[in-house]
């Protein structure tokens, strides 16, 4: 019997729906399959404005921003969910404060990123995703125990990165800003091709669709790993055990 799966969405509310859909495409294959579900939709603005208020060097200053996600988790598990997950990966930078006294499992996309990496591994790996994560250290420890080096862009890549996502991506433009993002990615190492590049934003998914669903694959001859099909499928996996 497959348990009932909690999300927390409306971080931003696009990628939401990019979960919810890749999660009922990859549960079967007629239109009619989907999981029994519960979306505990937060509002953008007030996890923005309790993020805008938090300091990396004051841990107090987080309470506002994981009190918020773990109010949303006791609902979750309140409708009856026996797991959840984040539908967002900047938020998992707070994740062990946010799950610390949570009713129910939460499935982490970093975890769910490093299992599917686990068995053949990439040398070496770019983190493309919102400034948070990007500046921070998210992925480092999990990738970096599987033997991968982690490449860091400069500041101003970072900052154009989160150009084009207001360009295109926020915005559900995402298929307008492909070549634009496989520019950004060409220019950030001088060999694309020997570096696996994370898509660690489900706002950068929708810039392949073609690709919707795989959390592998290539795309101009620049691998890249999907971090939002890598999370679904674990959440799948996990609601099945």
Not at 7 to 24: D, F, K, P, S
Not at 71 to 81: D, V
Not at 124 to 143: E, P
């Amino acid at each position: 019997m497959t348990a009932k799966i909690g999300l927390i969405g409306g971080v931003g509310w696009l990628a939401t729906v990019a979960y919810y859909e890749t999660i009922c495409r990859a549960s079967g294959s007629e239109a009619i399959d989907a999981p029994d579900m519960s979306i505990e939709s937060l509002d953008m603005s007030k996890a923005l404005e309790a993020l805008g208020k938090a300091r990396a060097d004051d841990e107090n200053s987080w309470a506002a921003f994981d009190n918020y996600f773990s109010i949303a988790l006791g609902r979750l598990a309140a409708s009856g969910c026996k797991l959840a997950a984040i539908a967002s990966v900047t938020p998992h930078i707070r994740l062990p404060a946010i799950t610390r006294n949570s009713p129910i499992p939460v499935v982490s996309v970093v975890d769910a990123t490093a299992e599917l990496l686990a068995s053949n591994p990439p040398k070496r790996a770019v983190i493309l995703g919102t400034s948070f994560t990007m500046q921070g250290t998210l992925f480092d420890k999990a990738l970096e125990d599987l033997g991968v080096e982690i490449i860091k862009p400069e500041n101003d890549k970072i900052t154009a990165l989160t150009e084009l996502l207001h360009q295109y991506f926020y915005s559900g433009r995402g298929a307008a800003g492909h070549e634009a993002l496989i520019e950004y990615v060409r220019s950030i190492v001088t060999d694309p091709d020997n570096v696996l590049f994370v898509l660690a934003c489900t706002d950068l998914t929708p810039a392949f669709p073609e690709n919707v669903g795989q959390a592998l694959f290539s795309s101009s001859g620049i691998r890249f790993l999907d971090t939002t099909a890598a999370h679904v499928d674990a959440i799948l996996r996990a609601s099945q055990s």
